[in-house]
């Protein structure tokens, strides 16, 4: 089928607007194409993107991929609701009006404008210290800056170049690569994965014999074969989906970095077994290539 565009992304105002567009003019830098795209914003903002699935419905034949950004968890109206639990709801409703694995959701907890006062101003914040916006306003006006959407967009082509630990910000690289990662020529690409390959099993051997007499999860996953195997980036993700397959390990804390997400129901929380099982599960849904 012939598509319009790549990608429609459907978002709330002119700030993720901004910030998309400067993420996705580097993606050659990630080892992406760039794709076309037809930005959509939803005229009740981060609310209405919750029910984004309505008004894509009747574009699942013009767009080959959907992507709904809800920038500011807070504001969705839905506040009781967890990041996972907005994303995995978005989804359920595209799967629903003809998207299936085409379409998929990023909720950014609590919101873009953290992505913007730590990383493009260089402040911290914490809930603790009262409303995001706010803290926004005061060091927009100690610079003498005004509230504009033109911040947002090196704030995306910065965001490529240094990376970012929020698990938003990973699901969404993890995304975009599945959908629009270069393909190398035939034998770059085969020597590459062979590397690859090569480097995780040694790292995974590293980790597992090393960790063997630990009883402490967190000083397992804290291992540093295990870390430098999450710093691989989201490549080694089928790696990890294969050796789960064939013995169950604690996967699970690489998977949710390098996903930004999290399939395990409450009931199966420390139950290694059913846990490896939701995440293939999880894998098979979303149409990772194992």
Same mark, same amino acid.
């Given at each position: 089928?012939?598509?319009?565009?790549? %990608?429609?992304? %459907?978002?709330?105002?002119?700030?993720?607007?901004? %910030?998309?567009?400067?993420?996705?003019?580097?993606?050659?830098?990630?080892?992406?194409?760039?794709? =076309?795209?037809?930005?959509?914003?939803?005229?009740?903002?981060?609310?209405?993107?919750?029910?984004?699935?309505?008004?894509?419905?009747? *574009? #699942?034949?013009?767009?080959?991929? #959907?992507?709904?950004?809800?920038?500011?968890?807070?504001?969705?109206?839905?506040?009781?609701?967890? +990041?996972?639990?907005?994303?995995? +709801?978005?989804?359920?409703?595209?799967?629903?009006?003809?998207?299936?694995?085409?379409?998929?959701?990023?909720?950014?907890?609590?919101?873009?404008?953290?992505?913007?006062?730590?990383?493009?101003?260089?402040?911290?914040?914490?809930?603790?210290?009262?409303?995001?916006?706010?803290? %926004?306003?005061?060091?927009?006006?100690? +610079?003498?800056?005004?509230?504009? =959407?033109?911040?947002?967009?090196?704030?995306?082509?910065?965001?490529?170049?240094?990376?970012?630990?929020?698990? #938003?910000?990973?699901?969404?690289? #993890?995304?975009?690569?599945?959908?629009?990662?270069?393909?190398?020529?035939?034998?770059?690409?085969?020597?590459?994965?062979?590397?690859?390959?090569?480097?995780?099993?040694?790292?995974? *051997?590293?980790?597992?014999?090393?960790?063997?007499?630990?009883?402490?999860?967190?000083?397992?996953? *804290?291992?540093?074969?295990?870390?430098?195997?999450?710093?691989?980036?989201?490549?080694?993700?089928?790696?990890?989906?294969?050796?789960?397959?064939?013995?169950?390990?604690?996967?699970?804390?690489?998977?949710?970095?390098?996903?930004?997400?999290?399939?395990?129901?409450?009931?199966?929380?420390?139950?290694?077994?059913?846990?490896?099982?939701?995440?293939?599960?999880?894998?098979?849904?979303?149409?990772?290539?194992?």
């Amino acid at each position: 089928m012939a598509y319009e565009k790549d %990608l429609v992304v %459907l978002l709330p105002n002119k700030d993720a607007q901004f %910030l998309l567009r400067g993420i996705l003019s580097r993606m050659p830098e990630m080892g992406m194409r760039t794709p =076309s795209v037809q930005f959509d914003t939803h005229p009740l903002r981060d609310a209405g993107c919750l029910d984004g699935d309505e008004l894509l419905e009747s *574009q #699942a034949s013009r767009y080959e991929k #959907a992507l709904i950004f809800v920038a500011d968890r807070t504001k969705s109206g839905r506040e009781e609701m967890t +990041r996972e639990d907005l994303e995995a +709801r978005i989804e359920e409703g595209l799967n629903r009006t003809g998207w299936g694995s085409r379409g998929r959701a990023i909720v950014v907890d609590p919101g873009i404008d953290r992505w913007l006062l730590e990383h493009q101003l260089g402040e911290t914040w914490s809930p603790m210290e009262g409303a995001l916006s706010t803290a %926004l306003d005061i060091a927009l006006r100690r +610079r003498r800056l005004p509230r504009s =959407s033109n911040l947002y967009e090196p704030l995306g082509e910065r965001l490529v170049h240094e990376g970012l630990i929020d698990p #938003a910000w990973r699901k969404l690289v #993890a995304i975009l690569r599945q959908w629009f990662r270069t393909e190398a020529q035939p034998l770059e690409k085969e020597s590459s994965e062979v590397e690859l390959r090569v480097r995780f099993d040694a790292l995974v *051997q590293k980790w597992l014999s090393e960790t063997a007499h630990l009883s402490s999860l967190d000083a397992i996953v *804290q291992h540093g074969a295990y870390r430098e195997i999450i710093g691989m980036g989201p490549r080694v993700i089928p790696l990890i989906l294969r050796d789960l397959e064939q013995e169950p390990k604690h996967w699970g804390t690489a998977l949710r970095e390098l996903t930004g997400e999290n399939p395990i129901p409450p009931e199966h929380a420390g139950r290694v077994r059913l846990m490896a099982e939701d995440w293939v599960r999880w894998a098979k849904e979303r149409g990772y290539d194992r």
